[in-house]
């Protein structure tokens, strides 16, 4: 009983939603994982559903997402003062927009790391379907979700990722910037802005998160740096005639996952997405 209970005190979760969030394919991420390595890298960190789930133990993080880094930084360094920000917040359409509006004012200048980060969370918990979006200014615009019972402070969670983040390296920076940090044996997993299943639109030179066909064609070269280097890879993306292309000297595995593809309900289905590894 001791036992379970300990265990469950140590459960990790990951502290925002986010689109892209990997939950629905942790059984396939776990199955495909190497049988050991050295040091866990995730630099596309997003809402960290594998590295909450593996909970490593000296790991190096990262996002090209400001604000979502400086969120994690502040869960290692200043938890209390978090949790005690956060108990501040209401749950009212008011009080979002109020929050929400703090970027466009000169106020949000003067936040400290913390306000910034209950901020993140808040809107995170608050918004509809918990999505990250912000306009050409950086301001965020993602309208409320009118949710009914919004968990906003989960202190017991904040409390184990605290803890697990202590030892892990967090950096707001490009993918690319993993290879100063590498050895061999180490493993790296990338979940990188998917390659749109109909690759026709604007993707070959512009997509919205700035994610077109030359950001995927570096993040391959990547990769077969990793390859040269004994450093084990595993990559998530969209089962598309590109990707398979792109990554055909390594081996792709098919794996399903149900999620939206489309904003509407009828795009909501089981889709195959491919997940590639070098070992
Ligand atoms: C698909 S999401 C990751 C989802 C995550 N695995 C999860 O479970 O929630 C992709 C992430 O890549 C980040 N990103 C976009 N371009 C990047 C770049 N050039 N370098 C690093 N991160 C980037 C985005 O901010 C986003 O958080």
């Excluded at 869960?75 to 009212?92: C, F, G, P, T, W």
């Excluded at 980060?117 to 050409?136: E, P, Q, W």
């Excluded at 450093?231 to 969209?238: E, H």
């Amino acid at each position: 009983m001791a036992v379970v209970l300990e265990k469950l005190q140590q459960e990790t979760y990951p502290i925002v939603k986010w689109v892209g969030g990997k939950r629905q394919l942790m059984f396939e991420l776990l199955k495909n994982m190497p049988k050991s390595h050295n040091r866990y890298f995730e630099p596309f960190i997003g809402g960290g559903a594998l590295f909450f789930e593996l909970q490593p133990e000296n790991a190096y993080i990262s996002d090209m997402n400001e604000e979502l880094i400086n969120l994690y930084s502040v869960v290692r360094d200043n938890v209390y003062e978090l949790i005690s920000d956060l108990n501040k917040h209401e749950i009212s359409k008011e009080y979002f927009l109020e929050i929400r509006n703090l970027d466009r004012t000169s106020e949000y200048k003067n936040l400290s790391n913390v306000q910034r980060a209950s901020r993140f969370i808040y809107l995170n918990r608050t918004c509809f379907n918990g999505l990250y979006r912000v306009n050409s200014q950086g301001q965020f615009n993602v309208p409320f979700g009118n949710y009914k019972n919004p968990r906003i402070v989960d202190e017991n969670n904040l409390l184990n990722c605290s803890e697990l983040l202590k030892n892990t390296e967090i950096k707001c920076a490009d993918f690319s910037e993993i290879l100063t940090k590498v050895k061999k044996g180490d493993f790296v997993y990338f979940d990188p802005p998917y390659v749109p299943l109909n690759e026709t639109s604007s993707f070959t030179s512009y997509t919205k998160d700035g994610f077109d066909m030359d950001m995927q064609f570096k993040l391959r070269e990547v990769c077969d740096e990793l390859d040269s280097m004994g450093v084990m890879f595993m990559l998530s993306n969209s089962d598309t005639k590109f990707v398979n292309e792109l990554y055909s000297n390594y081996e792709i595995k098919k794996v399903f996952a149900s999620r939206a593809v489309n904003a509407n309900a009828e795009g909501r289905g089981k889709i195959t997405e491919v997940l590639v590894r070098n070992y």
